[in-house]
């Protein structure tokens, strides 16, 4: 098993850049695909990005594409969520989640969850 622990959200101003980590515990994230979700209040958890150390693959969600990178330390055992050019729609939880196998962005196929950090964007 795998435990996630997310930090990093804040309030920012649209515009700004934030950082989201999701550091891991129990087994090496490198044998892990990993992902970030969000959920706005009233609204499904929705895929944002994940990465495939074993499949050197990343994909993201189009309303992100082009502004969020994800990416990982294997040797700190962490995952980030680089956030850039931040708008207003972009606030909600964001969790950090874990699967083994292929890469999916389907929230259902993911085992291991993290708590959630809490990212809000003011207009």
């Known amino acids: 098993q795998v435990q996630l622990v997310e930090s990093g959200g804040g309030l920012v101003q649209a515009g700004d850049s934030l950082r989201l980590s999701c550091a891991a515990s129990?087994?090496?994230?490198?044998?892990?695909?990993m992902a970030w979700f969000r959920q706005a209040p009233g609204k499904e958890r929705e895929f944002v990005a994940a990465?495939?150390?074993?499949?050197?693959?990343?994909t993201y969600a189009d309303s992100v594409k082009g502004r969020f990178t994800i990416s990982r330390d294997n040797g700190k055992n962490t995952v980030y969520l680089q956030m850039n050019s931040l708008k207003p729609e972009d606030t909600a939880v964001y969790y950090c989640?874990?699967?083994?196998?292929?890469?999916?962005?389907?929230?259902?196929?993911?085992?291991?969850w993290g708590q959630g950090t809490q990212v809000t964007v003011s207009s």
């Open positions: 990465d495939s150390w074993e499949e050197a693959t990343t």
């Open positions: 989640a874990a699967r083994t196998f292929y890469l999916t962005n389907r929230r259902g196929d993911y085992d291991y």
């Open positions: 129990g087994r090496t994230v490198s044998r892990y695909v």
